[in-house]
């Protein structure tokens, strides 16, 4: 079982920028896709984007698309998420998790298809 540890969280105005951080340790880092999942308070937990193993292959929510990048270091077995022009609706904690199969777009939005979850962070974004 991978242990996770995310960090980065905090509060940031509308429009500003955070860099989420994702540390992995227990598992052979490269086999694994990895995704970041989002949940707001009294709200499902929500996709948020995924990386590949290798970091050849991302996929983003609608909602962050074009704002939110996803990256990985194989090497450092940190997976990451820039998080730019953020807005109200991005407040939420947010987790990291290990894909449990290695199709990387199956089930690629349900957080069942992702375990070892960390403790996630807060983010906050003031208006």
């Known amino acids: 079982q991978a242990q996770l540890v995310e960090s980065g969280g905090g509060l940031v105005q509308t429009g500003g920028s955070l860099r989420l951080s994702c540390k992995v340790s227990?598992?052979?880092?490269?086999?694994?896709?990895m995704g970041w999942f989002r949940q707001a308070a009294e709200k499902e937990r929500e996709f948020v984007a995924a990386?590949?193993?290798?970091?050849?292959?991302?996929h983003y929510a609608d909602s962050v698309k074009g704002r939110f990048a996803i990256s990985r270091d194989n090497a450092k077995n940190t997976v990451e998420l820039q998080m730019n022009s953020v807005k109200p609706e991005d407040t939420a904690v947010y987790y990291c998790?290990?894909?449990?199969?290695?199709?990387?777009?199956?089930?690629?939005?349900?957080?069942?298809?992702?375990?070892?979850w960390g403790r996630g962070t807060q983010v906050t974004v003031s208006s």
């Open positions: 227990g598992r052979t880092f490269s086999r694994y896709h």
């Open positions: 990386i590949s193993g290798r970091g050849d292959m991302t």
């Open positions: 998790g290990v894909k449990k199969s290695n199709e990387f777009y199956n089930s690629i939005y349900a957080p069942t298809a992702y375990d070892s």
